[in-house]
């Protein structure tokens, strides 16, 4: 059977232009510079959280402000997508933009850490709205696999320019002007953004008379709550938390556990699912969507703590710590742009899948190995060893999910891909977060010394980047000192560990995704998956945009 293309999906575009006219390209940069909002957001607030602590005092909440960020982002991905599928891809964007601003201008300007988790709640809003609707856009303006493929890993390279970005401009605003200025930067880009997209982004008509999920939307939101809820008050003392066999964490992992039941059984009974259960019948879409979640985990959970690391730790600046996160930007720069060219003109999927996760693991290891005396060019080599493992996996996820699914279903399972990723994300944060946090203080308060200081040193010496005011320092003897940096050291390392299982876990996905290829200028494609997993239009060439 020859595919046929869909004619009927929504904001479909029509072009059989071989080459990319001046609309489209322009069209494509009003959506980078959609997606270099939430990219640069990613990475510029991580140099600065350690004074953003200190500044206003609450280490408990360091995971926080960014699992409250990832949250609600997660939440929002199934059903800005469905409004995008619903009213256009434009409106929802312009939409986006705006929320995301604001919650930029009042992270800004937070009192104190309660209210900084709440508004970067809101600005989450804004950037879940934003990612489950940009990677769609592109893939309606380009439906042609190779084409895509191409433009897609350079796409992608803008997380990667943004992480170049970010971590340098984010330690900068922090040793020279404000830490506030982090979120205040957004305005500018966001305002660059919203003429972009008025001015050149197609009006695509939506499907007015779909409907959203909003029982799967509330249940899986609410289990997600529930887990991270367990995850970061689990085994601590009063006030901080739980014991992990109290009745508290055992009734939130519970109640996580019954809302994602309720939530599959809404999902295989509506007539709009949040994510269509019938796309997991493909083996390339279950494990990517593993791999995705796991990928999340790593990359935020892991990369978290550096700046704390390298500040606290290493006695280094914001502006250091966010250069020593550079080389690993210019790593995932390169190779996905070099992971797009290769698919664009090879056609292979898995071989650069299976080689990205390798490295990863790879890296994620020697991160373990870090101490008190590691040199900050030893985070540098892991950096960049990372980010090639990173940029060789992240553009073929999305690749291999869109070339397994019928043209009816990709917004729908590109929306479901980065709704893993992101709350693998959250989760990555959180978990990793309490096991920092819990870890600190348990080796803290078990070290030589520590039990006889006065209450204010006590005090100050249970939270780590109070070593950064000079002031504390300066009150502290050097022995303490040193313990504090090596309590530190300690607990991120059983972060790391916890890190380097997941990685293992990604690689042996990767070995397990069936193999496919996509057509390109030169070959005809052939597909393995088709006959491993019975994916709707897998079975057919895959050099059409839509599957029947």
Request: glycine letters at 8%; aromatic letters at 8%; charged letters at 10%.
């Amino acid at each position: 059977m020859s595919p046929r293309i869909d004619k009927g999906a929504p904001g479909a575009l029509k072009t059989k232009q071989p080459s990319e006219n001046k609309t489209t390209l322009l069209a494509l940069w009003a959506i980078i510079m959609s997606m270099l909002l939430t990219a640069l957001d990613q990475t510029i607030v991580n140099p600065a959280m350690p004074r953003i602590v200190e500044e206003l005092q609450g280490f408990s909440l360091f995971a926080w402000v960014s699992t409250a960020y990832l949250l609600t982002s997660t939440a929002t991905i199934p059903i800005a997508g469905k409004l995008g599928d619903m009213f256009g891809r434009k409106p929802v964007l312009l939409i986006s933009v705006v929320l995301f601003l604001l919650g930029s201008l009042l992270s800004g300007a937070a009192p104190s850490m309660v209210w900084l988790v709440i508004f970067r709640g809101i600005q989450g809003i804004g950037a879940g709205a934003l990612q489950a609707n940009v990677f769609t856009s592109i893939a309606e303006l380009f439906p042609e696999p190779a084409r895509r493929a191409r433009w897609q890993g350079v796409v992608a390279a803008v997380f990667g320019v943004s992480s170049v970005i970010g971590p340098a401009l984010g330690g900068f605003i922090t040793d020279n002007l404000d830490w506030r200025w982090v979120f205040y930067v957004n305005v500018p880009v966001g305002a660059l953004a919203i003429v972009a997209l008025v001015l050149y982004l197609p009006s695509n008509k939506g499907v007015g008379e779909r409907k959203i999920d909003w029982w799967g939307a509330t249940t899986i939101t609410g289990a997600v709550v529930s887990l991270l809820l367990a995850l970061t008050w689990g085994g601590q003392e009063p006030p901080r938390g739980y014991a992990w066999t109290s009745p508290q964490i055992l009734g939130l992992l519970a109640v996580s556990v019954i809302l994602t039941g309720l939530f599959i059984w809404i999902e295989s009974r509506v007539a709009e699912p949040i994510i269509p259960l019938h796309l997991f019948k493909s083996a390339t879409v279950r494990l990517i969507s593993m791999i995705t979640f796991s990928m999340g985990v790593i990359m935020m959970g892991a990369l978290y703590f550096i700046p704390l690391y390298v500040q606290v730790v290493q006695g280094q600046s914001a502006s250091s710590s966010g250069a020593i996160m550079t080389p690993l930007a210019i790593a995932l720069v390169i190779t996905n742009i070099l992971t797009g060219q290769f698919v664009s003109s090879k056609g292979a999927l898995k071989p650069p899948m299976i080689a990205g996760a390798a490295i990863t693991v790879l890296s994620v290891g020697l991160l373990t190995l870090l101490n008190v005396s590691s040199q900050p060019w030893e985070v540098t080599l892991y950096m960049i060893i990372m980010g090639l493992g990173l940029g060789l996996i992240m553009p073929i996820t999305t690749i291999a999910v869109q070339e397994s699914v019928a043209r009816r279903d990709l917004g729908s399972s590109i929306s479901s891909v980065q709704f893993f990723r992101s709350i693998g994300s959250t989760i990555g944060v959180a978990l990793i977060g309490t096991v920092v946090t819990n870890s600190y203080i348990s080796n803290i308060n078990a070290a030589p010394g520590v039990a006889s200081l006065p209450a204010p040193l006590l005090t100050n010496v249970q939270e780590p980047q109070n070593l950064l005011n000079p002031q504390v320092a300066a009150s502290l003897p050097v022995e303490m000192i040193d313990t504090v940096r090596g309590a530190l050291t300690n607990a991120v390392n059983g972060g790391y560990l916890m890190a380097l299982a997941v990685s293992f876990v990604a690689l042996a996905m990767t070995l397990a995704v069936p193999s496919m290829r996509i057509q390109t200028s030169n070959r005809k494609k052939t597909s393995h998956a088709a006959a491993e997993d019975g994916t709707p239009g897998a079975a057919q060439s895959m050099s059409s945009p839509s599957h029947d």
